[in-house]
């Protein structure tokens, strides 16, 4: 059974979760240029998403092969965002 502190923690991260999901809302209300409101709300996501992976995951107790098992699709999409940059760029 789990540890009364454990699920503190959980409950803790899951309003964390909570309120990014909040600010990520409200950044699209922000009178700043909409490059600057996806940078941030990207910065939003990639913050959810760690937190996801290392606690609900539980990846923070696993060895490095199985960190590098899942830093690969990560890079993997991030590789194929650059790739596509150039077709973007000049479907403008």
């Known amino acids: 059974m789990e540890s009364v502190e454990n699920r503190r923690r959980y409950i803790a991260i899951w309003l964390w979760l909570v309120v990014l999901v909040g600010a990520g809302l409200g950044a699209s209300a922000l009178p700043v240029p909409k490059v600057a409101v996806l940078v941030l709300v990207f910065g939003i996501a990639v913050a ?3 937190m996801v992976i290392r606690d609900y995951m539980h990846l923070k107790f696993e060895t490095l092969v199985i960190h590098l098992i899942a830093l690969i699709p990560i890079l993997l999409i991030i590789g194929l965002a650059l790739v596509m940059i150039p077709d973007i ?4």
């Open 48 to 50: 959810k998403a760690s």
């Open 89 to 92: 760029v000049r479907h403008k």
